[in-house]
């Protein structure tokens, strides 16, 4: 019974987010609500198990999601992405062109998240397909999938640190994973798989999109650039190596506190405010505007977070995680599988990445302690079910099919064939690296 009204509320998440078209927000809390009191939670218990649930997540979020927006915003708006983007193109040179856009989006990628990305980098693909006298796809795939594989794979974005904080995983171990399956993922994800559908012609939709190209003078140094976007990623990183490799001691206990997420974060915003804000002429005043509308472009996917950790939180304190766990405690099936397969079903499902990684962390979170599995490499499981096919009620789908002016055909051919290269080849690394771990 209670797997059955789980199913009747994950159909109710999907029909309202769906068909009725209401906010995930909100129809995350609607279920999250149905669920609890179906299952038999007092009613009186419903409102606090949903606020502890969602301020429990967004206590462990709101810093590095509202800073992960902040330096993206910053490095959108100041041209470091556009340097960093031109400057590997340049140096790659026509003929491997595309291979330089797949390693510029992992790196503009691991800062933003996947439509600010997108949108940041589309006028540069093309500017470089224009240039460069070559098809649009042949750069346009490899950004795509570089940007969906950080966005899958990589903390501090939405889904994957969520699910971390839900497994109670280690955050810069998961990146350190996260880092070794990206990379192949993207290369056969993006310039290998193009050579697949080289034949389907894109084009750019007239009027679809007015590009800001800055200037060479208006834009930070390719140093400066990167430096600034893998500061986050360069303390989390070191703090998941300290970990593996150093004693117990002062310097550990130092890269353990710069290592933190949010300490990461609060440390690389402070450096964007100079590298990417004073240093380029700006005022304090017009950089905290553009922090303010980096907070506002992350103020619902803040929210959505929230609620997918009270849905979490309703699973957990009505028994319901628990009785899943117990029915899969003996099962053949690797609980690292399971957790790829319930996010991909939900994903299907429902279309939002975030929402499958969330509601599936929900679902399979008792998996972690009863079967001992890695928690770090659950995140990775979840985070690539997640991301698998991308349906037309993924926002994704159209976002790709309107910007490179494909048929509905042609989109399924390209952007939902790459997501469902990524999704099994995250399961294929989290199972290969499970073996060593």
């Known amino acids: 019974m209670p797997l059955i009204i789980l199913a009747c509320g994950i159909f109710i998440l999907f029909f309202l987010i769906i068909k009725v078209k209401l906010n995930s927000f909100i129809s995350l809390l609607l279920v999250a609500g149905l ?26 979020l709101a810093i590095i999601l509202s800073f992960g927006a902040i330096l993206g915003k910053l490095m959108a708006e100041s041209g470091g992405a556009q340097r960093i983007a031109t400057t590997m193109i340049n140096l790659f040179g026509k003929e491997k062109v595309k291979w330089a856009v797949c390693l510029t989006g992992v790196v503009v990628g691991i800062a933003l998240f996947y439509e600010i990305g997108f949108v940041l980098l589309i006028p540069l693909i093309f500017t470089i397909a224009s240039s460069a006298g070559i098809p649009l796809l042949e750069v346009g795939i490899p950004m795509a999938a570089a940007l969906s594989v950080t966005h899958g794979f990589l903390p501090p974005h939405p889904g994957p640190t969520a699910i971390a904080i839900i497994y109670k995983a280690d955050i810069g171990t998961t990146l350190l994973y996260g880092l070794i399956i990206a990379i192949p993922t993207a290369i056969v994800a993006g310039p290998l798989f193009y050579n697949l559908v080289r034949n389907i012609k894109a084009h750019v939709p007239d009027g679809l999109y007015t590009p800001k190209i800055f200037k060479e003078e208006e834009m930070p140094s390719f140093g400066i650039s990167v430096f600034t976007a893998l500061v986050p990623v360069i303390l989390m990183a070191a703090d998941a190596i300290g970990k593996m490799t150093l004693p117990k001691g002062s310097l550990l206990n130092v890269l ?19 590298t990417f804000g004073i240093s380029r002429g700006k005022t304090m005043p017009e950089i905290m505007k553009t922090v303010e509308s980096g907070i506002v472009a992350i103020a619902m996917i803040l929210l959505i977070v929230g609620a997918g950790g009270a849905l979490k ?6 028994g319901v995680g628990m009785y899943i766990g117990k029915m899969v405690e003996h099962s053949a099936l690797s609980p690292l599988f399971l957790a790829w397969l319930i996010a991909a079903v939900i994903r299907i499902a429902c279309g939002s990445a975030t929402v499958a990684a969330l509601t599936a962390g929900g679902i399979v979170a008792p998996l972690i302690s009863i079967t001992g599995a890695d928690p770090q490499l659950m995140v990775l499981a979840t985070g690539a079910g997640s991301l698998i096919v991308s349906p037309p009620n993924d926002p994704g ?4 099919k309107e910007f490179f002016g494909l048929t509905i055909k042609d989109t399924i051919k390209t952007w939902c064939c790459l997501e469902t290269i990524i999704s099994v080849m995250g399961l294929l690394g989290v199972l290969t690296i499970s073996l060593f771990v």
């Open 35 to 60: 669920v609890g009191y179906a299952e038999g939670l007092p009613i009186v218990k419903l409102i606090p198990t949903i606020t502890k649930g969602l301020g429990g997540t967004l206590g462990g």
């Open 313 to 318: 939180q309703i699973l957990i304190d009505s």
């Open 397 to 400: 789908f159209w976002l790709f």
């Open 256 to 274: 353990n506190f710069l290592g933190n997420p949010n300490i990461a974060l609060t440390i690389s915003i402070f450096i964007a405010f100079y």
